[in-house]
């Protein structure tokens, strides 16, 4: 583990109150090669909240050929049984799939949408890299929450991300409503960072992708962290997008509605924050989790049509 003063302690044997954030939310700022799609007002307002939602971003027809990869995925079983599948706690059924960039193409050129890569340039300030990719799905009835918590948190303790420098962009392939479990997100709530009790236990992503026990905030920090930001839960149809920073605390709950919930998740490192030794985990964790070795910026793809001629406007 690194043994250098850590800006953000974690993963501690006693409590210790939520610490201000050390690093700029939006790094591009006054850094004219990293201008972007982005007008002031969505900035201003990422810088607040933490995230961006857009309604709709991607049309029914360019997300519905996913489904025919994910069910050939699903089909292949040595896939099934590696460590890359997730299985839910409480069904038995796939919780989630990790490393969907490099399973599949269409899931590779998505990450490199030009609209995509331009925004998440602009926040980050630099070129960028998939630090994860994932796809989480809750089936209807059965699929299970995921407690609150920081990204970040884990990736700093778990992964050895030095700074706060990554965004998440999560892709909704069906429709996010108030019944199916949709992200809950806590506004405000990345200008601070909340170290969690507890030690790390070796191999402890077997256990925490399925149900978090350790990096889980302390329920008093979140209360006032939402007292404050208040919670909020993006909905839409499928093709919305939400772009989130990798310190904004989000949770969400069962899907107790007949409705699935399908979300892909494409996390986007800059490639000036490489990981280093896990800061509060004896080993680190599998590459599908965390890439490391040889960091390859993304180049952005040119064959979205529909693209053409459209900026990109989050919902106020």
Known sequence: ????????????????????????????????????????????????????????????????????ELKEMANDESLMR??????????????????????????????????ILGMVRQLLGSEVYIHQSRINDKYGFQGSGFDWHSDFETWHA??????????????????????????????????????????????????????????????GALASLAERGGIQAPKGPAGSLLLFECNTLHASNENMSPWPRSNLFFVYNSVDNALEEPYAAPSRRPEFLATRGDIEPLTMHDDFPELSGQGVDPLR
């Not at 839910?88 to 599949?104: E, K, T, W």
Request: hydrophobic share 35%.
């Open 1 to 68: 583990m690194v043994d250098h003063l850590d800006p953000y302690p974690t993963r501690l044997t006693e409590y210790r109150a939520p610490l201000p954030r050390r690093d700029p939310v939006v790094h591009a700022r006054n850094q004219r090669r990293w201008e972007g799609p982005l007008d002031e007002v969505a900035l201003s307002r990422y810088e607040r909240d933490g995230f961006l939602w857009f309604d709709g971003f991607f049309s029914r027809d360019r997300i519905e050929p996913f489904f025919e």
């Open 82 to 115: 590696s460590e890359q599948v997730i299985q839910d706690p409480a069904s038995g059924a796939i919780r989630s799939v990790f490393g969907m960039h490099q399973l599949s193409e269409h899931f590779d050129r998505l990450t490199r949408d030009p609209r």
């Open 158 to 219: 778990e992964d050895g991300m030095p700074r706060m420098r990554a965004v998440s962009a999560s892709l909704m392939l069906t429709d996010n409503s108030e019944f199916n479990g949709p992200l809950m997100l806590i506004p405000g709530s990345h200008r601070q960072f909340v170290p969690c009790m507890g030690e790390t236990p070796e191999a402890n992503w077997r256990e925490s992708l399925k149900a978090q026990k350790v990096g889980v905030p302390d329920q």
